[in-house]
């Protein structure tokens, strides 16, 4: 039987929910449902403000409209991530600046960061790889020092913490995803986290096509009109739907995950005294959330002969994100951007994921294991 690399966990409880919302006509966007997902996700989190986005890209283009970061602007961003970041600084005009990352948790490396900081740099943009925390006391003390915003990309942390603080809230904002690969789904979602009350406030005109309308249906003001720049980020109730049953599932949701994540650190423990693979790091103020399981091999070589083995045996691995300072893209339009950043080219080269889902049963997750193994060791 194959054994898929992710599958959501969607149940009878998802069903009615949606199936509720399209019968009470909950299909617009930012309606109740959104309101109390919102308000829900502030509570679990517990960030003072939190707004329902379509996908975690765009709540980073929000965030980046309500700073006001534009051109001549600098944001540092590890190069080891998705291209949503690096599109999003783009998109506003500003200049991404890749950093690299730490070798053990695959996060960003602070005292690299430390080196890229300019005049001109507003925004560092932390990573939380695999729902491992990034250090951010040490991210959180340069943006001290240099006067940078500090923005925690936390689409993959969910439930993690640092120093026992929920990721995504501990910079003055972050944001979560709730894409259908993640621990917890709407199919696509996000969530824009903020502190400041000022800036939530910006945030919401931007989401709402840059007028007051939330302000408005609060009451605040008698009519609603064009009042800022922004863009149309609001989200259907009916994926709020799915979503809110997610949140009260999570606990569950997470306690299966786990198991499995246990299970092949445990299991692939050998490989790593022998040298042949390096596990993830948890750092001591790190609490995951079992979002990923990966292994980084010995070599490229043999990343691609685990890879190749498992394949073999319907069982989906596979390696994760490019890096983005040599892209094709970057090599054309970021020319400056293609520095060494050789943790970053390991990472791309030898990383190999294992499949995680809460539906994986710990019998496919020991073959997943022993098939690990023999690959390496055959
Ligand atoms: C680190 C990271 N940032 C951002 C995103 C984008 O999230 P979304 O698909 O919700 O836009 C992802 C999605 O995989 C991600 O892994």
Redesign the pocket.
Known sequence: MKIPFTRPSIGAAEVRAVTRALRERHIGGNGPISKRVQTRIAEITGSPHALLTP????AMEMLLIALNIGPGDEVILPSF??V??ANAVLTRGATPVFSEIDRGTLNMDPKDVARRITKRTKMVMP?H?GGISSDMDALGAICAESGAFLFE?A??GIDATWRGQPLGTIAPAGCL???E?KNLTAG???VLLIRDLELFHRAEIVQEKGTNRSAFLRGEVDKYTWVDRGGSYVVSDLLAALLEVQLERRHELLARRMEIWRLYYDGLADLERKGLIARPVIPEHAGHNAHIFFLVAESHALQMKILKHLKSKDISATFHFQPLHSSPFASKHLPGANYALPETDRAALQLVRLPLFSGLSKKDARRVIAETIAAVTT
């Open positions: 996908n975690a890209t765009q991530s998705f949503s970041m990573v790889y990309d689409a993959q995803s709730f894409h690969t696509e979602g996000g």
